[in-house]
Each structure stands twice: as C-alpha cells, then as structure tokens.
C-alpha cells in the first residue's frame, strides 16, 4: 500500500517550459488536492477534485490546470512556468467518512523555475 | 477571508517538558480540526483530529478545542527530540468542503 505517490521528485524549469506534475492514490479515496507551500505560508490550495469528473478552483489557482484522469490520478499542469510558481507542491488524498475527512499527504515535489 | 493564525516560533521546551501550541480560526461554522506534523523536507503527516468541545488523547498527545473562543491546541507530554519538526493547523468550515491551514509553529526539543 503505497498511499500517495507523486513524480517527479524534484524539477528545475526555465521561465516559460511546461510540464505536468503527476500524482496517483492507493486508498480508493474520492477526493485529491493539490498544494503549493511557500516558506512562512503555509500550505494553500490550488485545486481541488472532490470526486472523478470534478475540478475546482482553490486559493491560488492562476497559471495552473488540472486533470482527473480517473478515481486514483490527478495531474496538475503548468503551461508556462513563472519564477513565482518555484515551490515545493504536494498532492492529498481523502475520503469524507475516513477520519474526519483527513488528507493523506505525497511525499511532494520540489520546483524551481530559473 | 477564513483565516487560521499560529505563531510560528520557534517554541524550544527542554526534553520531557509539555510542549503547548495554538492556534486560532477566524470561520465561526468550522467542523473539524486536524493537527499534522512536518519534519523539514517531508510531507505533512496527521497526529490527530478533533471535532467536539473538549480535550482528545492520543498517547502523549492531546488536543484541545474551545468552539466559542475559536481556539484550538495541542499539547506535547514528555517531549522528545524527535518531536522537533513544524506542526500545522488546520481546519475545516461547515460548507466549505476543504482545509484552511496555518502557517505552522515550528517546535524545537533540546536535550
């Protein structure tokens, strides 16, 4: 039971590059996130999944695109990446009858945009 | 704006003393309640839960929640070392099916 995988571990891009962050889930859960965490910020939300055939909109979702390709994957696109979206990003995972709706946590990818 | 604030510290506490961290939350309709904790360079991982008024144990940990104060705690007995990471709060409002998180305080354990 691997939980949460995400790939690639680490990326180093040049303003401008695309490239699409993958995640997939083991636990049969509906809903996915994805998160971007900044020094001093705190994890923000910049969409979300609550089930397959659904995207929304999070905090920050501006330069960035979804795609849920079925109940255990969910990829997040950056079209043309800028120096402000050098980030560490995970993805999470939950299931709103499992412990109170926790979000299990990939082990996240660390970006930097030159 | 939902908000959840946290001092981000650091809190340094000697071995084998409590450790207390707090956090507040703007959104008077929050549901649920969840503490994780994050060593640098890894992934969030939950320590626990809580949704009703009151203290909820977990081994040396236990969480406090005060509704009518919008006030959420956790408590660290017999702190360890490998306690030292940074803890995140997190909360959920009523109709707004996502997490808010803080900012997190970062907790510093010295033998």
């Known amino acids: 039971n691997a939980g949460v995988t995400q790939t690639p571990k680490f990326q180093v891009l040049k303003t401008g590059q695309s490239m699409t962050l993958q995640c997939a889930q083991d636990?049969?859960?509906?809903?996915m996130y994805w998160y971007r965490q900044d020094p001093g910020m705190g994890l923000r939300l910049i969409y979300y999944?609550?089930?397959?055939?659904?995207?929304d909109k999070g905090e920050v979702p501006n330069g960035y695109n979804v795609s849920r390709l079925n109940k255990r994957e969910f990829s997040l696109r950056l079209e043309s990446a800028a120096p402000s979206q050098t980030s560490v990003y995970f993805c999470?995972?939950?299931?709103?009858?499992?412990?109170?709706?926790?979000?299990?946590f990939g082990p996240g990818t660390r970006l930097t945009v030159l | 704006q939902k908000e959840v604030e946290q001092n981000s510290g650091p809190l340094s506490v000697p071995e084998g003393a409590i450790a207390s961290l707090n956090c507040t939350y703007s959104?008077?309709?929050?549901?649920?309640f969840f503490w994780y904790r994050q060593y640098s360079g890894k992934s969030p991982e939950l320590i626990m839960f809580?949704?009703?008024?009151g203290d909820k144990e977990d081994g040396r940990f236990t969480a406090q929640l005060n509704k009518a104060s919008q006030y959420v705690s956790l408590l660290i007995r017999d702190s360890q070392p490998s306690d030292s990471a940074t803890y995140l709060c997190?909360?959920?409002?009523?109709?707004?099916?996502?997490?808010?998180f803080g900012a997190g305080t970062r907790l510093a354990v010295h033998p």
């Open positions: 809580i949704y009703s008024n």
């Open positions: 999944s609550a089930s397959e055939g659904t995207t």
């Open positions: 636990m049969n859960h509906n809903s």
């Open positions: 999470a995972s939950s299931e709103p009858v499992d412990r109170g709706d926790t979000q299990y």
């Open positions: 959104d008077r309709g929050s549901q649920s």
């Open positions: 997190a909360v959920k409002s009523g109709g707004y099916n996502k997490l808010i």
